[in-house]
């Protein structure tokens, strides 16, 4: 039983989003790195969910990492991104989701910058941007 506020069946993801988008969301795929639509983006605004909407970051926490993914040293709201053990592909990883629908964003580790040490690591497909001007 799902415990999120948005649920869809299987195949109303696949019409809602584009494949690679729900490659990324739905089955926790990763975008090969430099070739998401965000990962060199830097025009002021919010990162969004793709697939329910919900503000999960903002302009003003990413930076450039160097990895070739957006990367964020804190997210909008921490009640809005769930932490999940990952132990696949042979490492132990925290993934993170959308806490509103479940959505596979990508994984938090532990060498981002101050104030927080973290980088949010995530994939363009998992995002949608709306511009902001101040």
Avoid at 13 to 40: C, H, I, K, N
Avoid at 116 to 122: D, L, M, Q
Wanted: aromatic share 12%; hydrophobic share 25%; glycine share 8%.
């Amino acid at each position: 039983m799902s415990t999120y506020k948005v649920e869809k069946t299987d195949a109303e993801w696949r019409e809602q989003l584009s494949p690679m988008d729900y490659q990324v969301t739905r089955q926790a795929s990763t975008e090969r790195p430099f070739s998401g639509r965000y990962w060199d983006h830097f025009e002021k605004g919010d990162y969004r969910c793709v697939c329910c909407g919900v503000k999960l970051f903002e302009s003003d926490t990413k930076f450039d990492a160097g990895c070739g993914w957006p990367s964020y040293w804190q997210p909008a709201d921490e009640s809005q991104i769930e932490r999940v053990r990952d132990a696949s592909h042979g490492m132990v990883r925290v993934e993170v989701r959308c806490q509103n629908c479940g959505a596979h964003l990508g994984h938090v580790f532990e060498d981002g910058p101050q104030p927080t040490g973290e980088r949010y690591c995530i994939n363009s497909a998992a995002l949608d941007f709306e511009s902001r001007q101040t």
